[in-house]
């Protein structure tokens, strides 16, 4: 089938984006191996954006997009035959048939769409301490922290959690008196001493500069409950994949949150997803806007990091789209990995410009009827330069094309059109209320108070009787035998986020334990691992 012969231009395994001298068509089965959307502000790149997006969603791909300028939102609305769409869809044999495509609405801040929320854990430190901007000195602190709270049972949810964590391993001041009250947080400063030197100053940086993320909304995006990646991957009822568009305007004006949260949920999606290797088409599609941020002052661990996933991420089925002003905001290699590119036009005025030019037209396989360089400045709105991968993996060569007119509204929607649209979401409901459960805060809130149980009390004493109580302690909290309804203790939090799938092994940990207390000998703690994930964050399995 061609563009000709249907009148949207796609056919079951392929997207059609665009036609000049010969058609621009994007393989679903290569979706997965990543693309760039490159061009100068106002060339088009948000409407290819939308092309592709649409493509997607009529093959069965669910798609995420950020949404900076909010012209995205459009995409849930019906389009409109307008002249010069009309026109445009003429000249390449298409029949514009207006569309519309379910939606869901996204936002940080919980204002234009549903709440995004992630825990403190699940952030990890690596990225956290990008957000924070921190040296290594003040990150290798946020480390300790980190791992102090791994091993000491203190969940890690918010940022009132890892405030009164990052206060506990101060170090005390001054000299104790001999009638001074013995400090119910000594053994986890002890703890944190043990990984080396946490000085007052440097976690009062740390603080300084929690307060700077809180001041810019960063409270928000640290609670529960927590996104369930899920949620971003379903189809409508009619199969279609449903888009799901992250509400940035707001999000842009910090910048490194913005690019820190959209690099934490690509690890989550890296972590949580299955081996999938080569499908006819993707699982998610997932398009990055204003991706130079992710690099921007990058440490060489996280540079390492963001390779990792966008290399690997192929496999779990993920497809993983750039859209950035110029080929040169990726690094290379980063940029060897993108097998897709739209080009539109960029602008040569001055000598750093026609440098940037001449190194945009070197990520094409040349076509010997176009000089490449000079086509990128000449481009009009809508046009751009296209090469996709081929049926065996390589790159097509590279043609100049008009881009496919969207069948979707092009522009934002109106407060209104989101508000019915968010009235029929189908997460309505699921995350619009935030939950403050028992985590870290309240846990040491409780032993300064002197409420907490004793370690030896809570950890139910030596030998085979102590190790029988911590059994029934742990097996009830996880299957909430002993605990009031509506109410987490601290053992379920574990079970719930840290070993979900493994409660067996649990178990079968216990009945090995109790065998070595019975022989004398208690070898490690029971039901509890804690695995880093690829970006410093929690495993969730």
Do not use: C
């Not at 445009?88 to 495509?101: K, N």
């Amino acid at each position: 089938m061609t563009a000709q012969d249907s009148k949207l231009g796609d056919t079951d395994d392929k997207i059609f984006v665009g036609k000049g001298e010969e058609q621009a068509w994007l393989t679903l089965a290569l979706a997965n191996r990543h693309g760039l959307v490159t061009g100068a502000t106002g060339t088009g790149k948000t409407v290819s954006l939308q092309v592709m997006a649409e493509g997607f969603a009529r093959a069965g791909v669910p798609v995420f997009a950020a949404d900076i300028k909010g012209d995205l939102s459009g995409i849930s609305e019906v389009g409109e035959a307008k002249d010069f769409i009309l026109k445009r869809a003429g000249e390449m044999g298409l029949r514009f048939q207006p569309d519309q495509f379910s939606t869901v609405f996204w936002d940080v801040f919980g204002e234009q769409g549903h709440p995004v929320r992630a825990t403190v854990t699940e952030m990890g430190p690596l990225l956290l301490a990008r957000m924070l901007d921190l040296n290594d000195v003040q990150e290798g602190v946020l480390n300790v922290a980190f791992r102090v709270a791994d091993e000491n049972g203190l969940p890690l949810l918010d940022m009132k959690d890892l405030r009164s964590l990052l206060d506990a391993i101060v170090p005390a001041s001054g000299k104790k008196a001999a009638d001074a009250e013995e400090d119910p947080l000594a053994e986890i400063r002890k703890a944190a001493q043990s990984f080396g030197n946490v000085s007052k100053a440097t976690v009062g940086t740390i603080q300084r500069q929690l307060l700077v993320l809180e001041n810019q909304g960063g409270t928000k995006f640290f609670g529960e409950p927590a996104l369930e990646l899920k949620d971003f991957m379903k189809t409508d009822s009619d199969g279609r994949g449903i888009v799901n568009i992250l509400v940035a305007d707001k999000l842009m004006e910090s910048p490194r949150l913005y690019a820190t949260f959209l690099l934490w949920l690509l690890s989550e999606l890296f972590e949580e997803l299955p081996e999938a290797g080569d499908l006819p088409k993707p699982k998610l599609v997932f398009f990055f806007d204003e991706a130079h941020l992710l690099f921007n002052d990058a440490s060489k661990a996280l540079m390492d990091k963001i390779e990792q996933v966008v290399r690997l991420i192929r496999s779990k089925g993920v497809g993983v789209y750039f859209v950035t002003q110029n080929p040169i905001d990726v690094p290379d290699k980063v940029l060897a990995q993108l097998g897709g590119r739209v080009q539109h036009a960029l602008r040569a005025f001055t000598p750093r410009d026609q440098k940037a030019v001449a190194a945009a037209a070197q990520t094409f396989r040349p076509n010997p009827k176009l000089d490449t360089a000079k086509v990128i400045t000449e481009l009009g709105k809508g046009e751009a330069l296209v090469s996709f991968l081929e049926g065996n993996g390589t790159p097509s060569m590279v043609e100049r094309v008009m881009i496919r007119p969207p069948t979707a509204r092009i522009g934002p929607i109106t407060p209104e059109e989101r508000k019915t649209i968010m009235s029929r979401s189908p997460v309505k409901g699921k995350y619009d209320t935030a939950v403050d459960r028992e985590s870290a805060y309240e846990i040491l809130q409780k032993r300064v108070a002197g409420t907490a149980a004793p370690a030896d009390a809570q950890n139910g004493g030596a030998g085979a009787g102590g190790i029988l109580g911590q059994i029934g302690a742990i097996v009830g909290t996880i299957f909430g035998t002993n605990v009031k309804r509506g109410r987490l203790s601290t053992g379920q939090v574990i079970a719930r986020d840290v070993t979900r799938s493994v409660t067996n092994q649990v178990i079968g940990g216990m009945a090995a334990n109790i065998g070595k207390s019975v022989g004398g000998q208690l070898g490690g703690s029971i039901g509890r691992t804690l695995v880093r994930g690829a970006l410093g964050g929690l495993l969730r399995r």
